[in-house]
């Protein structure tokens, strides 16, 4: 392997980093890199495992501190029943409950999800719809804080997830969308977004695992594999912080406008190939 495909693999990392926080869809961002330069490492589902293993411990290390509490006070409301703990036990519950539906739609239709991958023009409508959902919730404030979320709330919020599994349609987009639509805080939203994140990518990568490891060029691509996963890592951090900081903004508009004008420029000038 040569150096100029070893940075290629970095370069998909950038990619996979920077846009798997924002509401644009990192899978379909992948997909339309690999029909303008015909990159073959994007038909390796393994590298894909590899860069969202980086993603998720850039999402873990951001939020390291919250979710060690949520974890604590868990188990201490189990143990002790004290108030103090209950706030974060019930999250603890409703980002479970809002995994569900992903979990077992993406189970039970995986094979389907997939071959509809790689169908470029679907990631142009995807887009197109990405657009639209931000349009509409851009302007909103919401009321409700991490403590108000409630059951309903968190199930509608799965569902949100589960149209997300469609190719090119946002995770962190349909979240988001679907808990402003239910009255969150833009910054309650983001976070309850990203907590929604780390469980469904632990479970992506838990499926995928066996593959990897029985992968035969698995000694051949290791440098490529790590760079990819570093560079996913060290982006996905940095386009986190970032993006966290357009939700309070209320900037959601501007990532409405670029999916309309990708999701055009893809229907138009991209061909299946």
Not at 169 to 184: H, L, Q
Not at 198 to 204: G, H, K, N, Q
Not at 230 to 245: E, L
């Amino acid at each position: 392997m040569n150096i100029i495909e070893v940075l290629q693999y970095v370069f998909l990392g950038i990619v996979q980093g920077f846009t798997e926080p924002i509401p644009v869809s990192s899978s379909g961002h992948l997909m339309i890199i690999k029909e303008l330069f015909n990159f073959d490492m994007l038909n390796d589902m393994n590298f894909e495992i590899v860069v969202n293993f980086g993603s998720f411990i850039a999402i873990f290390f951001l939020y390291r501190k919250e979710i060690f509490k949520i974890i604590t006070d868990f188990f201490n409301f189990i143990k002790t029943k004290e108030e103090r703990y209950k706030e974060n036990y019930k999250y603890a519950w409703l980002i479970v409950l809002a995994t569900i539906p992903a979990g077992i739609f993406g189970l039970l239709f995986k094979d389907k999800i997939e071959a509809l991958s790689g169908n470029i023009k679907l990631i142009g409508i995807a887009l197109l719809i990405t657009c639209l959902a931000l349009f509409l919730i851009k302007d909103e404030k919401g009321k409700k804080e991490k403590k108000d979320i409630t059951v309903l709330d968190s199930i509608i919020v799965g569902f949100f997830q589960v149209i997300a599994l469609f190719p090119g349609i946002s995770r962190s987009g349909a979240t988001i969308v679907g808990a402003t639509s239910r009255n969150m805080k833009r910054e309650t939203a983001v976070n309850y977004s990203f907590m929604l994140y780390l469980p469904i990518s632990v479970a992506t990568m838990i499926l995928g695992v066996k593959d990897l490891a029985g992968a035969s060029n698995l000694s051949t691509l290791a440098l490529p594999y790590t760079l990819g996963m570093i560079a996913s890592m060290i982006v996905t951090y940095f386009s986190a912080k970032w993006f966290i900081n357009v939700m309070k903004k209320g900037k959601l508009g501007y990532f409405s406008l670029y999916c309309l004008i990708a999701g055009i420029l893809v229907i138009l000038f991209l061909e299946q190939k």
